[in-house]
């Protein structure tokens, strides 16, 4: 009974004196340019599995599945989601919507965000001719691989998942 009440006041003591663990006061790293690649928000796989994508806080990161070697990375802001085409990738993030070519990985086009969480999610066509993003209280249609604007459709609401059938 003695070891008991020893061990219940040593454990009384301890918790009274504050955390084990120090709290730090260190801000979270908001989006940004940082000196590392860090974990991934969303993976996404090429449709014929060759590739995967790597969206993160430091940008997009595409690398071939057999070799592992990096084929193309984008660190110039965050990114929060990507899709592959046959032809193209495209992806959405912190500094809005840009689309690649997948020979090369030559820049396409860029779409700025007119607001902070506008894109939401990003699909292309399965004959590689539209992109779709589903954006807050919006859809917009791209023609690819040019980038122009094809129509819009207004609604209510965030399209958070947008796909072609």
């Known amino acids: 009974m003695k070891y008991l009440i020893k061990l219940s006041l040593f454990v009384f003591i301890l918790t009274a004196c504050g955390p084990l663990i120090p709290i730090s006061s260190e801000p979270t790293p908001l989006p940004g340019i940082y000196e590392y690649q860090d974990f991934a928000y969303d993976i996404v796989w090429s449709q014929d599995d060759s590739m995967i ?46 689309v690649w070519s997948l020979n090369g990985y030559k820049i396409l086009f860029h779409v700025d965000p007119e607001e902070p969480i506008q894109f939401q999610s990003i699909a292309i066509s399965p004959d590689d001719t539209v992109l779709v993003t589903g954006e807050n209280k919006q859809l917009r249609f791209w023609s690819l691989p040019e980038g122009d604007l094809i129509a819009r459709v207004p609604f209510e609401g965030m399209a958070t998942d947008v796909k072609f059938r």
Not at 77 to 96: L, R
Request: hydrophobic content about 35%; cysteine-free; proline content about 0%.
């Open 53 to 98: 994508a790597l969206t993160t806080l430091t940008g997009l990161y595409v690398y071939n599945t057999d070799t592992y070697e990096q084929l193309f990375s984008f660190n110039q802001g965050g990114g929060s989601t990507a899709v592959f085409g046959d032809k193209y990738i495209a992806a959405i993030g912190n500094d809005g919507m840009s």
